[in-house]
Nanobody
């Protein structure tokens, strides 16, 4: 089992940057594929990015490709989401998630554990 705690959200102007962090508890962090999802008011939770167990493979939603970068550091049980060139439509609560047997990274039902979320607000 792993517990996840996100941090790094906040208010930023369009074109700005933020880096989200997700700290995981436990010794088995490296066993989990990790993902970031987001949910805007009145919308479904959607996939943003994912990284495999080793950090060697990354995946992105088309809407963030080229602007966001996911990475992980298994030595400190943390996954990151660097967000650049932010747009007002990126405004959402961002969640990190962990899954032990993820086959399709964008399917939220394949993730076993979720953090509580961190708010990102991008002003125009």
């Amino acid at each position: 089992q792993v517990q996840l705690v996100e941090s790094g959200g906040g208010l930023v102007q369009a074109g700005g940057s933020l880096r989200l962090s997700c700290a995981g508890s436990g010794r088995t962090f490296s066993r989990y594929g990790m993902g970031w999802f987001r949910q805007a008011p009145g919308k479904e939770r959607e996939f943003v990015a994912a990284v495999n167990r080793s950090g060697g493979s990354t995946y992105y939603a088309d809407s963030v490709k080229g602007r966001f970068t996911i990475s992980r550091d298994n030595a400190v049980n943390t996954v990151y989401l660097q967000m650049n060139s932010l747009k007002p439509e990126d405004t959402a609560v961002y969640y990190c998630a962990a899954g032990e047997r993820i086959r399709t990274v964008w399917r939220k039902y394949e993730y076993d554990y979720w953090g509580q979320g961190t708010q990102v607000t991008v002003s125009s």
